[in-house]
C-alpha cells in the first residue's frame, strides 16, 4: 500500500520555524521526485517545492526562495521542508505528493503526481 505521511506542522509565530517531514513507503522511493503543495483557505492548491534526490535537483517556487529548504534522507524513504522565517502568508494545509521521475524545472501541475498525503496544518500568526 501506497502511503505519503507528512508530520510536523503547527502554529507558530512569524519569524519562526518548522520543519515538515514527509515519510513514503509502498513504491521504490529513489524512482520519484516528491513535491510540497500548499493550500490555503479559499485559494487553489500551489506547488511550494520539489526534490528530485537521483539527480540531486531542487526547485522552489519565488514566494518561498531563500526561506525554505527541502532535503531528502533516502535511507528513510523521507522528504523534509525546513521552513524559516515564516510569514502570515505561509499559512496553509502543506500536502506532499509523489511523481515518477523528476521535478524538471518546477514543481508541476498537480495532475503530474501519482501519489498524495493527507496534509499537515501549518499557522503562522501575526
Known amino acids: 500500500e501506497v502511503q505519503l505521511v507528512e508530520s510536523g506542522g503547527g502554529l507558530v509565530q512569524a519569524g519562526g520555524s518548522l520543519r515538515l517531514s514527509c515519510a513514503a513507503s509502498?513504491?521504490?522511493?529513489?524512482?520519484?521526485?516528491i513535491g510540497w503543495f500548499r493550500q490555503a483557505p479559499g485559494k487553489e492548491r500551489e506547488g511550494v517545492s520539489c526534490?528530485?534526490?537521483?539527480?540531486?535537483?531542487?526547485y522552489y517556487a519565488d514566494s518561498v526562495k531563500g526561506r525554505f529548504t527541502i532535503s531528502s534522507d533516502n535511507a528513510k524513504n523521507t522528504v523534509y521542508l525546513q521552513m524559516n522565517s515564516l510569514k502570515p502568508e505561509d499559512t496553509a494545509v502543506y500536502y506532499c505528493?509523489?511523481?515518477?521521475?523528476?521535478?524538471?524545472?518546477?514543481?508541476?501541475?498537480?495532475?503530474?503526481?501519482?501519489?498524495w498525503g493527507q496534509g499537515t496544518q501549518v499557522t503562522v500568526s501575526p
Open positions: 505528493a509523489a511523481q515518477r521521475g523528476t521535478c524538471g524545472s518546477s514543481v508541476g501541475p498537480m495532475y503530474v503526481y501519482d501519489y
Open positions: 509502498g513504491f521504490t522511493f529513489d524512482d520519484y521526485a
Open positions: 526534490i528530485s534526490s537521483s539527480v540531486g535537483s531542487t
